[in-house]
């Protein structure tokens, strides 16, 4: 007795849906770009800590630690009244960086004033100051005596008072890099000079100082 005998198949697991078989890779790309993510934040979270604490810009700090007389020559003519006046004063400034950055100062200058007139200047030239350095700059300023010979105080101040008052204003202007960014500062310094002419010296002298991000 023949028996027929049929081909058995294979069961088969009916196809996966299309989403599902793609599952797998996107939940990999989900990872990926998480931890790409993850680590972008985490450099700009450093960096920006580091900017606010070790690189947070600081203001240069300019300090006018001298003045003194270098050449005073004055002769006094009562009648005719005329006065010459030789004047040349002596500035010692120090710029301290107090960054662990590199700054750089522009052309800058230094002004001699009389009761506000300016009547004596010197350019500073630009330059570079590095990571927590101090510079000094040795300046020299000569009055222009036709400015201050026109002022009629000027007779009063050396014929009566016998005293001679200047200002010394010195500006600089720098750039401090920190990470990316740029940041200018402005340093100033005035001071006030009195001269005691018969004694020629240097009677008093008083600094003001002001920095601006």
């Not at 027929?4 to 009916?14: A, G, M, N, V």
């Not at 990571?131 to 036709?146: G, I, M, P, R, Y």
């Not at 000027?154 to 010195?170: A, E, K, Q, V």
């Not at 202007?173 to 005691?196: E, M, P, Y």
């Amino acid at each position: 007795m023949d028996v027929e005998k049929k081909d058995e198949q294979p069961l088969r697991s009916p196809p996966l849906p299309h989403d599902q078989s793609h599952k797998p890779k996107r939940r990999r790309c989900i990872i990926i770009c998480s931890s790409i993510t993850g680590v972008i934040l985490t450099i700009a979270l450093v960096f920006l800590i580091l900017g606010l604490t070790v690189f947070k810009a600081k203001k240069p700090v300019l300090t006018v630690g001298s003045v003194a007389l270098e050449d005073f020559n004055v002769a006094v003519n009562t009648f005719p009244v005329r006065v010459s006046l030789n004047l040349s004063l002596a500035l010692g400034i120090s710029i301290e960086n107090p960054n662990k950055v590199g700054v750089k100062y522009g052309n800058s200058s230094a002004s001699l004033l009389y009761r506000g007139t300016e009547i004596g200047e010197v350019p500073i030239p630009a330059g570079e100051i590095g990571s927590d350095e101090t510079k000094q700059l040795n300046l020299t300023v000569t009055v222009f005596a036709d400015r201050l010979l026109s002022d009629s105080d000027l007779y009063r101040d050396l014929i009566i008072n016998g005293n001679l008052p200047f200002s010394t204003y010195t500006r600089i202007k720098a750039k401090v890099r920190v990470l990316f960014i740029h940041i200018h500062v402005t340093s100033t310094s005035t001071c006030d000079v009195n001269i005691d002419v018969p004694g020629r010296r240097i009677a008093n002298q008083t600094c003001h100082y002001k920095n601006k991000l």
